[in-house]
């Protein structure tokens, strides 16, 4: 698929910003807590005949799905809950220490 990307590398991607926004805003002031992350993608699904084959989300720019007329396109909302590997029982907080009122 020329102008779509497969969903999983859409999310490794997106975990990768939300890493680097995390690492620049250490011992910033104004941070961010990172409670939900909606987002709202136009994907195809494409299934390969062959052995083994398996199922395949691609996620389209909005520009691209014009020119994809033999693949259908479904819109699919994902909800994500970040949370940082050290303690995943708390939100990701996007830069420095906690202040005083959070927990």
Request: charge should be negative; charged fraction near 30%; hydrophobic fraction near 40%.
């Amino acid at each position: 698929m020329d102008d779509g990307v497969e969903l999983a590398d859409m999310i490794a991607q997106l975990r990768g910003e939300l890493s680097r926004a995390m690492a620049e805003g250490e011992g910033n002031g104004l941070r961010f807590r990172a409670e939900k992350v909606e987002l709202e993608l136009t994907v195809g699904v494409e299934r390969s005949r062959e052995p083994g084959a398996k199922v395949r989300f691609w996620v389209f720019d909005v520009g691209a799905t014009a020119r994809t007329a033999t693949t259908a396109t479904q819109r699919l909302t994902l909800t994500l809950q970040p949370v940082d590997g050290a303690t995943p029982d708390r939100p990701a907080v996007i830069s420095g220490d906690e202040l005083p009122d959070e927990c």
